[in-house]
C-alpha cells in the first residue's frame, strides 16, 4: 500500500493542525494505521495508532489529550487532528499500515509513507 501524508506546516503554539493520509494500492479497511514522528537529532517515535473499523485508539502520553486520531475508510484516510501545539511537537510526521494489531512499534508496521514537516514557534 501507498501513502501519502500531507497537512504540515509553520504554526504557533497553541495552534491546531490536521494531518492527512491518503492510502492507495491495497483495500485501507484491512490495515490498522499509525502515526509517527521524527525530530531532529531524535529516533522515530510513536504519536497515535487506530483499529481497522476506527473505535479503537491508542496514543503516546504526550500527545494524550491534545491529538485524535481518526479514519474514513470510504476514503482511504486517516487523520491526525493536534490541538495544543507545543514547540516539542516539531517534527516530520509519517504514516505507517500494518496488517497485525495496533502496535507503538515502528518496525511492526508493514509500510511507511513519506513525512510532513510540522514547525511550531514558541
Known amino acids: 500500500v501507498q501513502l501519502q501524508a500531507s497537512g504540515g506546516g509553520l504554526v504557533q503554539a497553541g495552534d491546531s493542525l490536521r494531518l492527512s493520509c491518503a492510502a492507495s494500492?491495497?483495500?485501507?479497511?484491512?490495515?490498522?494505521m499509525g502515526w509517527f514522528r521524527q525530530a531532529p537529532g531524535k529516533e522515530r517515535e510513536f504519536v497515535a495508532a487506530?483499529?481497522?473499523?476506527?473505535?479503537?485508539?491508542n496514543y503516546a502520553d504526550s500527545v494524550e489529550g491534545r491529538f485524535t486520531i481518526s479514519r474514513d475508510n470510504a476514503k482511504n484516510t486517516v487523520y491526525l487532528q493536534m490541538n495544543g501545539l507545543k514547540p516539542e511537537d516539531t517534527a516530520v510526521y509519517y504514516c505507517?499500515?500494518?496488517?497485525?494489531?495496533?502496535?507503538?512499534?515502528?518496525?511492526?508496521?508493514?509500510?511507511r509513507g513519506q513525512g510532513t514537516q510540522v514547525t511550531v514557534s514558541s
Open positions: 505507517a499500515a500494518d496488517r497485525g494489531s495496533i502496535s507503538t512499534m515502528i518496525h511492526r508496521y508493514d509500510y
Open positions: 494500492g491495497r483495500t485501507f479497511s484491512n490495515y490498522v
Open positions: 487506530i483499529n481497522r473499523g476506527g473505535g479503537n485508539t
